[in-house]
């Protein structure tokens, strides 16, 4: 089966520092891998979505980027603010272009401190 | 769009009774997901349909849980008998795009005492 692993302890980081979080997947690559965010009581929140021959992908403050040799996506927040603190999620998608259920990681807890 | 609905929003019930929790997914989108998200596994995918229909129901943990959907606008997950173990927030999620982005509601947080 396929497992995801999220860094599972808080990730304390400056504000105004650039926040580098990390998915690492097991098995099969996925054909899109996805961020989301969840704030407490709270349903994730879409964020990015990279495909498979996409290295890298951009919004605003925010960068990811996939690589499926290492199996590894890593995601980014520049200059960050402690409003970005959230919880954050991977997620596979293996669908190919339709739709089907994710797999999550457990996601990491990021906080921003001023 | 008020985005995806979700009731009720918390629910408290003893072991053994029957609890239906009910999900009106985002005008037009075509695929409903629930997921399970508990401290300690996370989020997990119980079952999601395509068009109304059932695609994948391997995630639904036991014969306990069920669930339908019989109307593009509204999808109901029912555990029969409930036990201490079900409690966790379950989240219902919308797709409508080819890219699979998908849309969740609130949850409903679910204690079975």
């Known amino acids: 089966s396929q497992k995801i692993e999220q860094n599972s302890e808080a990730l304390n980081i400056q504000e105004g520092k650039t926040a580098t979080l990390t998915c690492n997947y097991t098995n099969y690559s996925p054909a899109y891998l996805q961020w989301y965010r969840q704030d407490p009581g709270r349903g994730p929140v879409f964020l990015l979505l990279i495909r498979e021959n996409e290295k890298e992908k951009r919004k605003e403050r925010l960068k990811v980027t996939f690589d499926t040799t290492l199996k590894q996506s890593l995601f980014h927040i520049t200059a960050s603010q402690p409003a970005d603190s959230a919880t954050y999620l991977c997620?596979?998608?293996?669908?190919?272009?339709?739709?089907?259920?994710?797999?999550f990681g457990k996601g990491t807890h990021l906080i921003i401190q001023p | 769009d008020a985005g995806v609905i979700q009731s009720p929003r918390h629910e408290v019930t003893e072991m053994g009774q029957e609890v239906t929790l009910r999900c009106k997914p985002i005008?037009?989108?075509?695929?409903l997901f629930w997921y399970r998200q508990t401290m300690m596994r996370g989020l997990e995918l119980l079952i999601y349909f395509n068009n109304n229909v059932p695609i994948d129901d391997s995630g639904m943990p036991e014969d306990r849980f069920s669930a339908k959907m019989p109307n593009a606008s509204f999808s109901t997950l029912k555990i029969q008998p409930s036990e201490p173990r079900d409690s966790a927030v379950y989240f219902c999620?919308?797709?409508?795009?080819?890219?699979?982005?998908?849309?969740f509601g609130p949850g409903t947080r679910l204690t079975v005492l």
């Open positions: 005008s037009g989108h075509n695929s």
């Open positions: 999620a919308s797709c409508g795009t080819t890219y699979n982005e998908q849309f």
């Open positions: 997620a596979l998608d293996f669908s190919g272009g339709g739709a089907d259920g994710l797999t």
